[in-house]
Each structure stands twice: as C-alpha cells, then as structure tokens.
Nanobody, 124 residues
C-alpha cells in the first residue's frame, strides 16, 4: 500500500531552519506531484508548497514564499521542504501529500495520499 512518511520536524528558535523529508513507498513516485500542507491548532489546513511530478513546476503559499523551498529526489522517492527564517506562526503539523500526474496544485482535494504529519514548533 502507499505510504508517505514525514520526518525532520522538531523545535527550533525563530529565525532558524529545518528540513523536512517525506519518503514515499508503494507508488511510482516519479508520476506523482507532491505537496506540503500544514495545520495549526484551531486553524484550517493550509497549502505550503507543491512540486509537479516532473519537478519542473513549483508553487508556494503566500506566507512562505521566499523562505521555504520544495524539492524532490526521484531516485530516493523523497520530497523535501527546506524551511528558513522560521517564525512562530509557522508552528503546525506538516503533512506531505501525493497527486497522481498532478501539477503543483494548492488544492488539498486533489491529493489522493497523505502522510501522518510531523510537528514543527518555532519558539519566539
């Protein structure tokens, strides 16, 4: 079965950096667009970043543009989210998701597979 496993979350001070990884199995990774979403307590799920199945297109939520970078390594079935200049408002559970032959969509409904999430906490 399809599994998406996030890692790399943790506690970091404001201004710091983290790199999240999402390892995929059970699917032909190179055929899937990948996305990162986040959800903070009491808030709706928010699009963070997306990358097309080819890697040729990326898309970012307005709140993270210029600070976060999404990338993928198809040989390792892994997508990454490099997060720099972290702010307390970036605190959330971060989820990766897969969209068969997708672009870099910001619409969560288009993603058919989801990971369990990894907690990111940014202290002020």
């Amino acid at each position: 079965q399809v599994q998406l496993v996030e890692s790399g979350g943790g506690l970091v001070q404001a201004g710091g950096s983290l790199r999240l990884s999402c390892a995929a199995s059970g699917l032909t990774f190179s055929r899937y667009a990948m996305g990162w979403f986040r959800q903070a307590p009491g808030k709706e799920r928010e699009f963070v970043a997306g990358i097309s199945w080819s890697g040729g297109s990326t898309n970012y939520g307005d709140s993270v543009k210029g600070r976060f970078t999404i990338s993928r390594e198809n040989a390792k079935n892994t997508v990454y989210l490099q997060m720099n200049s972290l702010k307390p408002e970036d605190t959330a559970v971060y989820y990766c998701a897969a969209d068969f032959m997708g672009g870099s969509s910001s619409y969560a409904a288009g993603y058919g597979f989801w990971g369990q999430g990894t907690q990111v906490t940014v202290s002020s």
